[in-house]
Nanobody
Framework: QVQLVESGGGLVQPGGSLRLSCAAV????????MGWYRQAPGNQRELVAV???????NYGDSVKDRFAISRDTAKNTVYLQMNSLKPEDTAIYFC????????????????WGQGTQVTVSS
């Protein structure tokens, strides 16, 4: 089974920065998509950014000019650099991994991290 280890969340003032990381752990042969979704209280879960194995990226409109996703494919790790943070960025951020192959087995279901809290407040 695949487990996701998230880190980097915390409390930051408006205008500040945080860097999230997520490592997929297990007998992993390959991963297609790695990225991040977020969910604030009372809101639906929304796309933040995703990154494919071949390098394609997709960002949510509200973060396009402020966040940057990157990936170390060899380490099965994805990063999210968050700059110019706003109070509306406050949410639980969930790592998302899809298209996983382990020991010759393709996993049809994606893996989700447990979530890491990001709070932007003065």
């Amino acid at each position: 089974q695949v487990q996701l280890v998230e880190s980097g969340g915390g409390l930051v003032q408006p205008g500040g920065s945080l860097r999230l990381s997520c490592a997929a752990v297990g007998s992993i042969s390959s991963i297609n998509v790695m990225g991040w979704y977020r969910q604030a209280p009372g809101n639906q879960r929304e796309l933040v950014a995703v990154h494919t194995r071949t390098g394609s990226t997709n960002y949510g409109d509200s973060v396009k000019d402020r966040f940057a996703i990157s990936r170390d494919t060899a380490k099965n790790t994805v990063y999210l650099q968050m700059n110019s943070l706003k109070p509306e960025d406050t949410a639980i951020y969930f790592c998302y991994v899809a298209g996983i192959v382990t020991d010759g087995v393709f996993h049809a279901s994606p893996a989700w991290g447990q979530g890491t809290q990001v709070t932007v407040s003065s």
